[in-house]
């Protein structure tokens, strides 16, 4: 049996990722803060018969990430593939404030080398195995006021981009997922207009099939790709301008 560990499994997409895996029949790891949550979701899943274990970490702390990685290998198996899911933006509205900017640095793309660096040397080992990395379509051009989620978030693809051929000398696939709106708790405190938002589900089945298939990048949905393909498209001086519409400093 397959082993999936999913970081940020608490909630939103880690969760219904872990759902998903699960139905698939793999195995699944649990791994976010909330240990309480993650246990009532492993009760879950075992009681429709998958196989399943939990372990509470922050992605930001590397040495507890490592320890729940180990203890959760050591109970389901060799990691086969490991979703960098856990992410945020505690630097939402917080715009010029430095330490604000740090932490989502922190969250988003620290938490994400962490994780590879939890499974890396038994993948390089094997020669084999997956990873993939939940950044966003965020990353594709800077939005006012989401400008440290989207920053990290860059920086997680451009990680990523450059890891992957090098990652293949070992047999190791890595996956980028850049997720457009998905309703998640995340979303949820956002007021802004949401197009073409996704139910976790249906954004975890997607994704799910994207890996299975070996997508290297898979940005979705459709329509809000090609809205942001077109916003990369136009000259800073026509961006600055719709961006700034209805903005003033606060």
């Known amino acids: 049996m397959p082993v999936c560990l999913i970081t940020g499994a608490s909630s939103g997409i880690g969760e219904a990722l872990a759902r998903e895996y699960a139905r698939r029949g793999w195995a699944v790891g649990l791994i976010a803060r909330r240990k309480p949550v993650l246990d009532g979701l492993v009760q879950e899943l075992r009681s429709k018969g998958a196989k399943a ?5 922050d992605v ?30 505690p630097g939402i509205g917080k715009r010029l404030e430095p330490e604000a900017i740090i932490s ?15 499974v890396l040397p038994r993948m390089q080992a094997r020669k084999q195995g997956s990873i993939a990395v939940v950044s966003s379509i965020a990353h594709m051009r800077g ?17 990523c981009e450059a890891l992957r051929p090098e990652l293949a000398a070992w047999g ?22 949401m197009p073409f938002l996704l139910d976790a589900d249906e954004a975890a089945r997607r994704i799910a ?11 979705f949905p459709f329509p809000t790709r090609m809205a942001m393909a077109f916003a990369t498209l136009l000259p800073a001086f026509l961006w600055d301008r719709l961006m700034g519409r209805g903005f003033k400093a606060k």
């Open 143 to 159: 939005i006012p006021r989401f400008g440290a989620y989207g920053a990290s978030k860059a920086a997680v693809s451009s990680l």
């Open 172 to 193: 190791i696939r890595l996956h980028t997922i850049n997720p457009g709106f998905v309703r998640t708790p995340l979303t949820a405190a956002n007021k802004s207009p």
């Open 104 to 118: 989502t640095m922190n969250l988003n793309y620290n938490g994400v080398v962490y994780a590879m660096g939890a």
């Open 209 to 219: 099939n994207a890996i299975e298939v070996g997508k290297a990048i898979y940005t």
């Open 53 to 57: 274990a939990a372990a509470a970490a």
């Open 60 to 89: 930001t702390d590397r040495a507890a990430l490592e320890e729940a990685v180990q203890l959760l290998e050591g109970e389901l198996g060799t990691c086969d593939l490991m979703i960098a899911n856990a992410g945020g933006d």
